[in-house]
């Protein structure tokens, strides 16, 4: 529920979860994570057409995880990891929260088990 | 509403069932455990149809308020309440990180008696959620879990790559 994360995203995160959500857009960054690409270039390994990769990349950049150069006739897309990197911590912290808690429950409900636990009161 | 994306978590405690149960129902127990590394303070618990816990989690510079209101309580094997982010007022209140996060999720606690031990399962699901609410959801959890397996890995891979 309320898990602070430290810092503000930069993003919108939604918009991240949904540009993450699609297996196609994260290829498309893993292979960006090698360097700058076109979308030619990036067209190739997936058997796509170029409309379809723009596409993509477009919900990428909505996303802030891609930027491409303006000024460029091919304008090269390249990797952003910032929103995403505030888009795995918050599902870390999601996630370890209630790992952590449980952890702390595993020693609780072990502490009211211990036989020589003795409550204030007893004997 | 089978179709409605389901957070779930399970864990198995060396401890017998009504044990646990005791630990989810008593403020005392409660507080104990709920929220790691914060201090958790509990306001309200009252665990009945109808009743509620008003919980507070202090962190380093703010605090954190969550109310869930019991719907249903079988003891010792099922609990289910609507757990919501609110404000120090108790009014339900988005997460400022995450304003399409559901207002209120369902969650379902479930304690399954393995003779001695216990298996607990939460479930968590949007309740009465947006369109968008929903899709926030589903997208956690998708990332969170099944589906993105490998898929979070190498994402993993690849900010540590990007930040050495």
């Known amino acids: 529920m309320n898990i602070g994360i430290a810092s503000q995203p930069s993003v919108n995160l939604d918009v991240v979860f949904a540009a993450l959500a699609d297996p196609t857009r994260r290829a498309i960054l893993a292979q960006l994570s090698a360097g700058e690409a076109s979308v030619n270039e990036i067209a190739s390994p997936f058997e796509m057409s170029q409309p379809a990769v723009s596409k993509h990349l ?3 950049e909505r996303a802030g995880l891609v930027t491409r150069a303006v000024d460029q006739q091919r304008r090269p897309a390249r990797l952003n990891a910032a929103p995403m990197k505030d888009a795995v911590a918050w599902l870390e912290e999601f996630r370890e929260f ?11 409900l072990a502490d009211l088990q211990s036989p020589n636990k003795k409550e204030p009161g007893d004997e | 509403m089978s179709d409605l994306p389901v957070f779930v978590i399970e864990r198995e405690f060396d401890a017998p069932r009504e044990l646990v149960w005791k630990t989810w129902t008593e403020a005392e ?6 929220g790691p590394g914060v201090e958790t303070i509990i306001h309200e618990l009252s665990v009945k149809p109808g009743g509620v816990w008003l919980n507070e989690m202090k962190m380093s510079e703010r605090s954190g308020y969550s109310k869930s209101e019991y719907t249903e ?18 009014n339900l209140a988005s997460n400022p990180m995450m304003p399409d996060w559901p207002a209120t999720l369902l969650t379902v606690v479930t304690f399954e008696d393995l003779g001695g031990r216990t298996k607990m399962r939460l479930e968590w699901s949007p309740h009465e959620a947006s369109a968008a609410e929903i899709a926030c959801f589903a997208g956690a959890v998708e990332n969170l879990g099944k589906g993105w397996g490998a898929g979070m890995e190498l994402l993993a891979q690849l900010l540590a790559d990007l930040q050495t």
Not at chain 1, 98 to 108: E, I, K, M, V
Not at chain 2, 29 to 34: R, T
């Open chain 2, 73 to 90: 309580v079988s003891s010792p094997e099922r609990l289910v309440m609507l757990m919501s982010n609110t404000d120090a007022d108790w």
């Open chain 1, 98 to 108: 209630w790992a952590g808690s449980f952890d702390q429950l595993d020693g609780l």
């Open chain 2, 29 to 34: 127990h409660l507080a104990h455990w709920y």
């Open chain 1, 58 to 60: 477009k919900v990428l």
